[in-house]
């Protein structure tokens, strides 16, 4: 009975937004009045990149590979040895969560709206709204700062850096970042 629902919200979801060729899953509709926003954003986005240096760029790539070993140097720093890399896993749980919202929205990056944006990489693995590296980073630093009160500024110092990156990078709106932190917040309050 539970599939037979959600075969039919999908169908009458299908009907009223429609099938787009602009979402990155092309075979799932997506919410049309996206796109306007996107492109109007798209621009600030541009200017990032513009603006971006050596220092964004590598630490765009650290994060795209070592995120847990970013913020375990925080946690090193603090002497907080204990907290491995697994600790920094988000919960299952809370993945589904950011990936309904993927799902939902199906939103292209900024590099695929703007072609004057030169992406620092890209083979994305889904949407970009809301950013999965913002939530993560966010999901980490409102985790640890409720556990660690006194690591709250390092966290979003780091967090901060890293999703400023994002943008630079050409692969996300700042929308994206600011919805990640959303719902990352959201969870831990």
């Known amino acids: 009975m539970t599939i037979l629902i959600i075969i039919i919200i999908i169908i009458i979801y299908s009907l009223i937004v429609g099938y787009s060729k602009k979402g990155y899953y092309k075979f799932y509709p997506t919410p049309y009045f996206l796109?306007?926003?996107c492109l109007k954003e798209s621009v600030s986005v541009y200017e990032a990149t513009?603006?971006?240096?050596?220092?964004?760029?590598d630490l765009f790539y650290s994060s795209q590979?070592?995120?847990?070993?970013?913020?375990?140097?925080?946690?090193?720093?603090?002497?907080?040895?204990?907290?491995?890399?697994?600790?920094?896993?988000?919960?299952?749980k809370d993945n589904l969560k950011l990936k309904a919202y993927q799902l939902f929205y199906n939103k292209?990056?900024?590099f695929k709206i703007n072609n004057k944006i030169?992406?620092?990489a890209n083979n994305l693995k889904g949407p970009c709204y809301p950013?999965?590296?913002?939530?993560?980073?966010?999901?980490?630093?409102?985790?640890?700062?409720?556990?660690y009160?006194?690591?709250?500024?390092?966290?979003?110092?780091?967090?901060?850096s890293i999703?400023?990156?994002?943008?630079?990078?050409?692969?996300?709106?700042?929308?994206?970042?600011?919805?990640?932190?959303?719902?990352?917040?959201?969870?831990?309050r």
């Open 149 to 160: 009160p006194f690591l709250k500024d390092s966290l979003l110092n780091l967090t901060t």
């Open 118 to 120: 030169k992406p620092l």
């Open 131 to 147: 950013s999965s590296i913002a939530f993560k980073c966010y999901y980490i630093t409102y985790k640890f700062s409720k556990i």
């Open 163 to 188: 999703t400023e990156t994002l943008v630079k990078a050409g692969i996300n709106y700042p929308s994206d970042i600011k919805k990640a932190e959303n719902i990352a917040y959201n969870l831990f």
């Open 35 to 37: 796109y306007d926003d």
């Open 65 to 92: 590979l070592h995120i847990e070993e970013l913020f375990l140097k925080v946690f090193k720093k603090h002497n907080l040895k204990n907290i491995t890399k697994e600790d920094l896993y988000v919960e299952n």
């Open 108 to 110: 292209l990056p900024p």
């Open 50 to 57: 513009m603006h971006r240096c050596n220092n964004d760029e």
